[in-house]
């Protein structure tokens, strides 16, 4: 059964999502600085080519059953092992699949070494089956503080495989034995910590249930994979793996913001938004609400990181990953806007309505194919220039609907975000003039970063952003009833 879906519920978990997305993030960042440092740029190549697979492959498996799990009202023990016992057959057919289809892969790509890696990694469809029905359960129930001590375990141990390995000199598969210890360790955890086990039964008439539901969503992310993963395609096919390397290393960096923060609002958002899919007004109060808190957080990340790319490549990565800057400061326009995305596209899913969340990105997987076709000819980075402007148009998209169905327009929203965006504007101008002081790169980068947060800050207090009261507020709150539960 659902916990109730109070504020303080939803605050504390959100809470504990944070945490544990800030931890996993803050030692991965940590991981992936050591291993960029190691390894070669044709090697991070490689395993985004193969990514792209598995994680087509992971759609599959999961069929988006397990957000029809999380979005069902009464979903009940012979769901959850229905579902699990199905994600578990289709992961071992489409690990058959994969594993069949190696070599013609690697032809295609021209690279030999895609065959074994691709092999072992997709080993990872098994983990990912089990892992997607623990995640439901701990979704529906609101027990987010189970997630945060899986998943720093896992990082945890899984970092240390993969820096080991690569200080070995065993190149690209220290990144494999990182992804692969990082499932099994988040497997065994959870299955000490959730209480939740398969039992043998088996309904297909609630499965098909589940599925009327779940075919929307597991089309529609399959079309939003093909959309973001169709770049990196056409990047390792055109170029060749160090590009390709550069490229998903410069979308990489930011996506440890996006997830951390927007991820796991997002990850809150869906069972909390379900549980009072009745209530329209409700519904848009905390689709604003996430809207405008993410962005006034998010904005001024995009922005300062855009600023501060070259100087903090340079110093965290070393000079040999320049290359991946520009690509860097796409990502952010691409990723700037993804709170509003999101949090509609949350909005859609929680109120049943997933055939809507389906033509929306038909509409996308439409335009991001038109948009690269016309990239394609003048080079890499018009088509990673492409790709942010394919964000910023589906910003667009996926708030349309939501004039309909919540009253909540895009020029509303954009009128909420303004302020944080003009603020973020603004400090982006301060931190850049500070590359003109003539320091060295180091000094460089820590004025920048300190400049940001203090200007960025300032403006807020003094103009009196009423997010930033928000924030503080819900903090003390936070705190609050956590220190009353431990009484």
């Known amino acids: ?41 044709e090697e991070y190549g490689i395993i985004a080519i193969i990514d792209v697979f598995i994680t087509i492959s992971v759609i599959f498996v999961q069929s988006g ?27 071992g057919l489409f690990y058959l699949l994969l594993f069949i289809s190696a070599p013609p892969i690697a032809d295609f790509f021209s690279e030999p070494r895609l065959v074994p890696v691709l092999r072992v990694l997709s080993l990872t469809l098994f983990f990912g089956a089990f892992n997607s029905i623990q995640n439901a359960v701990i979704a529906r129930n609101m027990k987010f503080k189970k997630l945060f001590f899986s998943s720093i375990g896992a990082i945890a141990v899984s970092g240390a495989v993969g820096i080991g390995m690569a200080y070995a000199g065993y190149g690209v598969w220290a990144l494999v034995g990182q992804m692969i210890t990082n499932q099994a360790a988040v497997t065994v955890i959870l299955w000490f910590t959730v209480k939740w086990r398969p039992k043998m039964i088996f309904s297909m008439p609630q499965v098909k249930k589940l599925f009327s539901f779940g075919w929307k969503l597991m089309l529609s992310s399959l079309i939003l994979t093909l959309y973001h993963n169709l770049r990196s395609v056409v990047i390792g096919k055109l170029y060749n793996p160090a590009m390709l390397g550069y490229y998903d290393l410069g979308y990489r960096i930011p996506a440890l913001i996006i997830i951390n923060i927007n991820g796991s609002i997002v990850s809150v ?53 320049l290359p991946a800057v520009p690509f860097i400061q796409f990502a952010c326009v691409a990723y700037a806007f993804w709170p509003m995305q999101t949090a509609n596209l949350q909005a859609i899913n929680a109120l049943g309505r997933s055939d809507i969340f389906l033509k929306l990105e038909v509409i996308k997987l439409i335009l991001g194919l038109s948009i690269l076709f016309l990239a394609v000819p003048y080079g890499v980075y018009a088509i990673a220039a492409g790709g942010a402007l394919s964000g910023l148009i589906s910003t667009y998209i996926n708030s349309f609907p939501n004039k309909k169905l919540l009253d909540y327009s895009y020029a509303r929203q954009l009128k909420d975000i303004l302020p944080s965006f003009l603020m973020s504007l603004a400090m982006g101008i301060i931190v850049y003039s500070v590359g003109f002081l003539g320091l060295d790169t180091l000094p460089t980068l820590i004025v920048q970063i300190l400049s940001g947060i203090f200007s960025y800050t300032a403006m807020a207090w003094f103009l009196k952003v009423e997010c930033l009261t928000y924030l503080l507020e819900t903090v003390k709150e936070i705190m609050k009833s956590r220190k009353e539960a431990g009484r």
């Open 1 to 41: 059964m659902k916990n109730e879906m109070t504020r303080p519920v939803i605050l504390s978990n959100l809470l504990w999502k944070l945490m544990e997305r800030a931890g996993t993030q803050g030692i991965q960042l940590v991981v992936q600085i050591v291993l960029a440092r190691l390894l070669l740029p």
């Open 65 to 91: 059953l397990n957000t029809a799990l999380i979005q069902k009202k009464d979903a009940d023990e012979t769901d959850f092992s229905s579902v699990f016992f199905l994600s578990l057959l289709i992961a």
């Open 269 to 321: 958002m869906l069972p909390a938004l379900s549980s009072f899919q009745d209530d329209r007004e409700r519904v848009k109060s905390m689709v604003r609400r996430a809207i405008v808190t993410s962005s006034f957080v998010i904005f001024p990340m995009m922005v300062g990181l855009a600023v501060v790319a070259e100087p903090l490549v340079a110093t965290l990565l070393t000079e040999k990953w």
